[in-house]
């Protein structure tokens, strides 16, 4: 669809923003959840022994998210060029090298609690933690396909199918965590893993219900002999998905080994620190959906449009993105700073840890907005195929300047020092990303890779 002003593209934006965004509203809604069962059921000590696997959880997940961003951008001009054959053999072949990655992880959760060791994890968590972890990492050959799937979907322009099979998928674990923790029904009662055992069962059943519906409506992602045909490894697609996907996977895997030595430094100050790092990070993940959905969209649509020829379209859906994370991200933003004290006791019962979550939170909130409009500038270029630059800004922002500011304002000032080292970093990160691609970028010709 050819869209001339900024105006007419708010709309076609929009539809496809609402149902991505109330995905990630559902698949933040299921952790949080979740959180809110371990540390209400259990303790304040389940709550801190899951938050401290989330660094290594986005490790690995960096992976899968870095390769599916890499396939979308090209998924995402082959199908603006209404080349389906080159659809499903782009998503075979990125598949494939998924799967490979995810059995290597799966091999990994044998060694879950040496990796917890590693964090500097509190010893009266430990135990619980390593169980939870070896879970997750044995059965992330399951994530993996979901989340590949997923993002696939999307660059082709559905975000209604992926929207419908989360929200199977988090009812149905919803379910499944309390039955565990209980051990309702006659079901073991597992403790701090039931909320990864309902995942994984969850996700089990929503790839099996997904297989059968895309077949059936023919969809253009459907697990067929072509698709089948595609997972036999193309070298020349392959080359070009692993061209896009490995900077988005770096990049990503920067930030999780920034956010290892972060949570190593909040475990430092003790296991009520831990569980306000899991509170807030909770809150950060709704106030970040729309900016990551925003991202998206823009990679998704900018791909799009290269696809038909129609690469001048890209700088009004950067503006466009650029209004919406303002005006969506901004909005949750002023929200969390109202209910700061009320979200954080969702997930924690003890004052005392209350006081330090809500307090963290307001040092770091604000800077979501900048965050969000990194990204969509970042996603911008991404879509043309300039990968390496964008990396090498975000890098530098966190390496050159998140750890270290962290690391000194964390021996200086304490806790709070750790949390002042992400605004810091966002708005660094925002101005850099702003000003390549202004001044650079813009004045490249834009062609498709495929």
Not at 224 to 237: I, S
Not at 293 to 308: D, K, P
Not at 328 to 334: E, P, R
Request: hydrophobic letters at 55%; glycine letters at 8%.
């Amino acid at each position: 669809m050819l869209v001339s002003t900024p105006a007419a593209l708010r709309k076609p934006f929009l539809v496809f923003l609402a149902p991505m965004m109330l995905s990630n509203i559902l698949q933040s809604l299921f952790g949080t959840i979740n959180n809110v069962y371990l540390g209400q059921m259990i303790g304040v000590d389940a709550l801190a022994a899951v938050s401290v696997f989330f660094p290594a959880m986005f490790f690995f997940i960096s992976f899968v998210m870095g390769l599916g961003s890499g396939a979308s951008v090209l998924i995402g001009q082959a199908w603006g060029a209404k080349e389906p054959a080159k659809v499903k053999a782009i998503a075979g072949t990125t598949l494939t090298v998924t799967l490979l990655l995810a059995g290597v992880i799966a091999l990994g959760g044998l060694f879950s609690r040496e990796l917890l060791t590693a964090l500097a994890t509190p010893a009266n968590i430990l135990d619980a933690a390593a169980g939870y972890a070896r879970i997750m990492m044995i059965t992330m050959p399951l994530t993996f396909a979901y989340i590949l799937l997923s993002s696939q979907m999307r660059a082709v322009g559905d975000t209604v199918t992926p929207l419908a099979a989360l929200a199977a998928s988090t009812s149905l674990g919803l379910v499944l965590t309390p039955v565990f923790i209980r051990g309702w029904l006659g079901a073991p009662q597992l403790g701090v893993a039931s909320a990864a055992w309902a995942s994984a069962i969850s996700t089990l059943m929503t790839l099996t219900l997904l297989h059968v519906y895309l077949r059936r409506r023919k969809h253009p992602l459907a697990f067929d002999a072509a698709f089948l045909r595609g997972m036999r490894p193309d070298p020349k697609l392959l080359r070009i998905v692993l061209r896009l996907g490995i900077p988005a996977a770096i990049g990503m895997i920067v930030m999780s080994l920034a956010e290892m030595v972060l949570i190593g430094l909040v475990n430092g100050f003790g296991s009520d620190a831990t569980a306000a790092y899991g509170a807030v990070n909770q809150v950060l993940g709704y106030v970040q959906f729309p900016a990551l959905s925003i991202a998206i969209s823009v990679s998704i649509f900018g791909a799009q449009a290269i696809g038909r020829g129609n690469a001048e379209q890209i700088g009004r859906i950067v503006r466009t993105g650029i209004e919406m994370n303002v005006l969506l991200t901004g909005s949750l933003v002023a929200i969390g700073y109202l209910f700061s004290r009320t979200l954080m006791g969702f997930f924690i019962t003890d004052p005392a840890v209350i006081e330090v979550a809500q307090r963290s939170l307001h040092i770091v909130l604000w800077s979501s907005v900048m965050f969000g409009m990194s990204t969509t500038f970042s996603a911008a270029m991404r879509a043309s195929g300039t990968v390496w630059m964008p990396l090498a800004i975000s890098a530098f922002a966190i390496a050159a300047i998140e750890v270290p500011t962290a690391t000194w304002l964390s021996r200086s000032i304490g806790l709070d020092g750790v949390w002042i080292a992400y605004p810091v970093t966002f708005t660094a990160m925002m101005l850099l990303q702003m000003s390549y691609y202004l001044l650079v970028w813009r004045k490249r010709t834009v062609r498709r890779m495929i």
